[in-house]
């Protein structure tokens, strides 16, 4: 008997905007139609006339778990994934301990299968445990990274050397690096320069464009050496994006590369004009960045060189980051945040809905693997992985309502539109609150998984 039919709604379908019902089945999308008529099923949701489209795939988020419970852990983090309508989220190795072996790997994901409410990948660190990349990959990582080109939270950064050759390893594998591009030379001696400079914007200063433009085509060469593919998390300048857009036209044309990107949703809907109002909460890295940069990035994602938008969720505490602005960790959290910011967006017509669920949703599953888990395109067989937007009303943004441990916002008062409920593999996880189940998340292993590796 099928589970779900959801009627009265719109979704977004061969292209078209238009009215339509779904039947879920055993966690699966069963049929796609209207008018469907069923004599039994379990429940029935009416969308009263509201939109269901695919929930979001966060592609790279830190919820902290192992070692910093305090900031976040794998069911706050999912809970915030979940009612900001995300169902598969990828975490990222800077914990404590760093994901940087089999037993930090094995350790997580324990931990994430007991708690996680939302499908997830771990993906690999890497520093100079080039000797543990094949083995990472054989747990099951999604991909290594953020390989940290310059400093961040967690110390994970290496030099040139180590990450020439990880790449080269990462490429014999098949597997995708994710690249977090900063120059760390650059940013030391901008370092020196500003240890006197307490404003909130000399965080900007400190990495300025070029530091990421440096820092990308430093990697782009490396990667044109291996001819191998590769993906720049959060990018977040007219520069460092025009050299990809160059990298992806030259590649495109000859075949022999394949880089694609993210754009975090900070750099999108925040500006080096937001450092006033946020203060120190306005740290991260990349830095905020000036209005050229901002309208650049929202036209890529418009025009196909940005490939996806990810929450780089990072939280830290409020009284961790109320401190001068040398001292505040950077980060910010986002991952509840990114799909009602971009639904919010495509009602402000700055991008089309289609273009929004590519984005959220088909891209970030073709890129890391993850549609051979039946992620990321709503058809027929597919992960029953939706949310429905009854209202689709804008509302503004507050912390108070948010589920991170973080307990704070940088889009405080912003316009967004948040998911009435979503729903993960063919089960209702958020109406109004959390009804998914701790520990229900699926651990989606990479293309490198060997099964009988992994530790009991
Ligand atoms: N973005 C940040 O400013 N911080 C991230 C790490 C990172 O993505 O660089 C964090 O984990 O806190
Ligand atoms: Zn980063
Ligand atoms: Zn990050």
């Known amino acids: ?3 779900i039919l959801i009627k009265n709604t719109k979704v977004f379908y061969k292209n078209y905007l238009q009215p339509g019902e779904i039947v879920i089945e055993d966690g699966k999308i069963k049929k796609i139609g209207k008018d469907i008529r069923l004599s039994n099923v379990d429940r029935v949701i009416d969308a009263k006339g509201g939109l269901t489209i695919p929930s979001g795939i966060d592609a790279h988020v830190h919820f902290r778990e192992p070692g910093l419970t305090y900031k976040e852990d794998w069911f706050t983090g999912s809970c915030s994934a979940a009612a900001g309508g995300i169902t598969t989220v990828i975490d990222h190795p800077n914990t404590v301990p760093a994901t940087i072996d089999r037993k930090s790997f094995n350790s997580k994901l324990r931990i994430a299968r007991r708690k996680c409410i939302v499908d997830f990948g771990i993906n690999g ?3 100079k445990n080039t000797e543990k990349l094949s083995e990472l990959w054989e747990l ?3 991909a290594f990274g953020e390989i940290f080109m310059a400093e961040s939270t ?3 950064n290496i030099g040139s050397d180590t990450l020439n050759h990880a790449l080269e390893i990462i490429h014999d594998l098949g597997a995708v690096a994710c690249i ?5 030379s ?3 001696k901008n370092q020196k320069l500003l240890k006197d400079d307490m404003s909130a914007m000399s965080h900007s200063r400190e990495r300025p464009n070029m530091c990421e433009a440096v820092a990308v085509e430093q990697a782009l060469k490396m990667l044109q050496a291996h001819l191998m593919r590769a993906h720049f998390c959060h990018i977040s300048t007219r520069e460092g994006l025009g050299l990809i857009r160059r ?3 030259i590649s495109q044309k000859s075949g022999e590369m394949n880089i694609t990107c993210e754009v975090a949703p900070h750099h999108l809907f925040l500006s080096t004009k937001d450092w006033d109002r946020l203060g120190s909460f306005g740290k991260m890295n990349p830095p905020l960045r000036d209005r050229s940069s901002v309208k650049i990035l929202l036209n890529s994602l418009n025009d ?3 490939d996806m938008v990810a929450s780089d969720h990072a939280p830290h505490l409020e009284h961790e980051k109320d401190v001068d602005i040398k001292s505040a960790p950077s980060g910010v959290p986002g991952v509840e945040t990114l799909m009602p910011l971009m639904l919010a967006a495509v009602k402000k017509n700055l991008l089309p809905l289609g273009r929004m669920i590519e984005v959220t949703s088909t891209n970030p599953a073709s890129i890391f693997g993850l549609d051979r888990h039946c992620k990321g395109k709503f058809a027929e067989g597919f992960d029953a992985d939706l949310i429905i937007v009854n209202h689709g009303e804008m509302v503004p943004v507050s912390a108070d309502n948010l589920h991170s441990k973080a307990g704070w916002t940088p889009y405080e008062g912003m316009d967004a539109i948040f998911p009435d409920i979503t729903i993960s593999r063919g089960e209702i996880i958020w109406d109004g609150e959390i009804v998914g189940k701790r520990g229900r998340g699926k651990f989606l292993p990479g293309k490198g998984y060997a099964m009988d590796i992994e530790s009991p």
């Open 186 to 188: 650059m940013r030391l």
């Open 140 to 142: 099951g990582v999604t």
């Open 247 to 249: 990298e992806k036209y």
């Open 304 to 306: 196909g060189t940005v």
């Open 125 to 127: 660190g890497v520093c």
């Open 154 to 156: 967690g110390e994970l």
């Open 1 to 3: 008997m099928p589970d």
């Open 180 to 184: 977090h591009a900063e120059n760390e």
